[in-house]
């Protein structure tokens, strides 16, 4: 192997740092190297880090193996023990090039036997590094970081310990970034964060999520779609209502962080809103911006919760109107409060969330039979020989019967769908 290798787990914001680290790397003319970007959100997320890494060591025999991302931030002695692993890298330390450089530079067998570990507190972090990617994997969208780490401490989450306090990066830099991929005709950006709601309140002069998408669908007239990535449905402020309600190009197509539909089980969540708060707004989001879709994370099978707790979060799916659901099964992660509470048994939680998937399998197929002979503006992301896949103004996958190249906008009428697409075909002439 020479060029290298990225491995990313977990979250839109992990893929973003994945791309900074590749550019990074080509600028070094870097060989032989593999970076695993870890995810710790969830127990089975570090099996799977592990279990690639293994993996990839058998695959690579002479590479050099760094392991970064929250799951190293969190345990770097979990990786640095591992024989396959020659660095351990911090969520900070992996954006440094200078730090990345100290790794190629060193003897692969000299790091096998006394791996580089370099993990700094990053609760000391106070400001986001700002970095320009020109381009990523794919030709048609691409993550934006707008904002690290969160000032929240819901307590099954462990994020907040593994990329530290809410940090902005300034929105100047944030437009240079967007003109810059959409001057490489990217179609579509996704600002993305940890907690983007609480966007700009850090620097110097605070500004909301609001305003920055409304300067950016301003400054950069030639952007076609921006969408937002997960959202904490309390903390929308009032120009953001604003953008979503007037700007088409901003995407009708919002992902919720909900995470449960009972007040007792979002109190011991330490979440920041109640059910009834949550189905209001998710009302008032359908009134404000009509052809808007929803989607929510929800956790099933949080320590204490009772069949009835269970019955209400499956009810507010539906009260809400939410049409694509993120379903986690709860997994207690070590230095949160909810693992010390006391836990269900892992089958109640699995079949909690096989039973929440299921219904969100059904939210899913009513939203599919609405958009039946509704346009479908699609981006198309991947081109077959006789089809083209892509994504809706909603998030939809689509299929389309033509092989179309990545990249295009292309105006299509839904005519059918079939478990996770739905199927659209060119508008008659
Ligand atoms: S808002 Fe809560 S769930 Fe989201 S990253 Fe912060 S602590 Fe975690």
């Known amino acids: 192997m020479s060029t290298p290798k990225i491995v990313t787990f977990g979250c839109r914001l992990n893929s973003y740092e994945s791309e900074v680290m590749r550019k990074h790397l080509q ?28 993996k990839l060591r058998r695959d690579h025999p002479t590479s050099k193996i760094l392991v970064t991302g929250c799951a190293a931030q969190l345990n770097p002695g979990d990786y640095s023990r591992m024989s396959e692993v020659n660095a351990v890298f911090g969520n900070r330390e992996k954006l440094d090039p200078l730090q990345l450089a100290t790794v190629l530079n060193v003897d692969t067998v000299a790091v096998r036997e ?23 994997d794919q030709r048609s969208r691409a993550f934006v970081q707008i904002q690290q780490g969160c000032d929240h401490r819901c307590t099954f989450c462990i994020i907040p310990y593994a990329r530290g306090n809410s940090r902005s990066t300034s929105p ?35 500004i909301t999520l609001g ?19 997960s959202i904490d449905p309390i903390e929308m402020d009032p120009l953001l209502w604003d953008v979503i309600g007037s700007e088409q190009r901003l995407m009708p197509h919002l992902h919720l962080s909900l995470q449960a539909g009972d007040d007792m089980i979002l109190k011991r969540m330490k979440r920041r809103h109640s059910s009834a708060q949550a189905v209001q707004l ?6 404000h911006r009509p052809d808007i879709a929803l989607g929510a994370d ?12 269970f019955q209400n979060s499956l009810r507010h799916v539906q009260d809400c109107h939410i049409s694509f659901v993120h379903v986690f099964p709860y997994s207690p992660r070590a230095g949160t409060p909810a693992a010390k509470m006391p836990q269900l048994p892992v089958e109640i939680r699995r079949e909690r969330a096989n039973l929440l998937r299921q219904l969100g399998d059904r939210q899913r197929q009513n939203f599919f039979a ?6 479908q503006k699609v981006l198309i992301e991947k081109q077959e020989e006789d089809y083209s896949v892509g994504h809706s103004q909603h998030f939809a996958s689509v299929r389309v019967p033509q ?12 005519t059918a769908f079939q478990g996770d697409y739905i199927i659209a075909d060119r508008l008659a002439e």
């Open 27 to 54: 600028d070094m003319q870097a060989k032989d190297v593999i970076i695993v970007n870890s995810c710790a959100v969830t127990g089975e997320a570090e099996r799977q880090v592990k279990q690639s890494i293994r």
């Open 114 to 136: 006394k791996p580089i570990v370099n993990v700094q507190d990053i609760m000391q972090v106070r400001e986001t590094a700002h970095h320009l990617i020109s381009g990523v």
């Open 172 to 206: 100047q830099q944030i437009i240079q970034q967007i003109q810059h991929l959409v001057d490489a005709h990217i179609a579509e950006i996704v600002l993305t964060g940890v907690d983007i709601t609480s966007y700009g309140q850090d620097l110097s002069q605070p």
């Open 211 to 229: 305003k920055l998408a409304a300067d950016i669908l301003n400054q950069v007239p030639k952007l076609p779609r921006l969408r937002l990535s």
């Open 282 to 287: 998710c009302q008032r989001l359908h009134q």
């Open 298 to 309: 929800l956790i099933a099978g949080f320590p204490t919760e009772t069949e009835e707790m």
């Open 370 to 375: 609405k958009q039946l002979g509704k346009i």
């Open 403 to 414: 092989a179309i190249e990545p990249g295009h906008i292309v105006q299509m009428v839904a």
